[in-house]
């Protein structure tokens, strides 16, 4: 499957997600480890267009996200700062994921100057990232489905990745989309 820098563009638009989280680590410099993450998650059925993705930026990992769907993840911060990020500053993004996107290039701007090495620049990145995938639907529940009073954000996905256990509470972890 070849793809083409509009198409991509616009599927990520729909489909993508760029999300950060920030987990706690005491073996860190700074006591967290701040992970900026670019996904996009397909059922199962749809895994040759992740495959194609993977192909076409010539990084990442293709990966069982959690039962049957599938995602493509970029995390290696040289591959977000020099290929991810220099394509979607040549090929806009045309919805509101843009502004989630522009607040994600500025975290790895930060991680790029070892901002996530010292605590005023992890509360810099904390800053950022809660802005992030932010939406009017809200929801009322915990991450086990039972009732809270605490509202909190719908994810862009589905996650079985150990760093973002909803256990959690001190982990920043905002999500956008309707894939649960």
């Known amino acids: 499957m070849r793809l083409d820098a509009q198409w991509v563009a616009g599927f990520v638009d729909g489909e993508g997600c760029f999300h950060v989280s920030i987990v706690p680590h005491p073996e860190m410099t700074a006591g967290v ?32 996200n ?31 994921k843009r502004v989630d996107y522009i607040t994600f290039r500025r975290v790895v701007e930060v991680m790029k100057r ?26 009322k529940s915990d991450c086990s489905g039972n009732g809270t009073d605490q509202s909190s954000e719908i994810p862009c996905r589905v996650s079985s990745d150990p760093h973002e256990s909803c256990n959690d509470r001190s982990a920043v972890s905002v999500r ?3 894939k649960l």
């Open 66 to 96: 959690h039962g049957d769907w599938m995602c493509y993840r970029v995390r290696n911060l040289k591959h977000l700062s020099e290929i991810i990020i220099p394509f979607f500053d040549r090929h806009p993004l045309k919805t509101h």
């Open 33 to 64: 480890q701040v992970l900026p993450e670019f996904t996009v998650v397909q059922h199962q059925r749809n895994i040759q267009v992740l495959h194609a993705l993977k192909a076409y930026f010539r990084c990442g990992v293709v990966r069982r």
């Open 114 to 139: 070892k901002g996530h090495l010292t605590p005023d620049g992890v509360a810099r990145i904390r800053s950022l990232a809660a802005t992030m995938n932010r939406r009017a639907i809200k929801v």
């Open 176 to 178: 956008d989309s309707a």
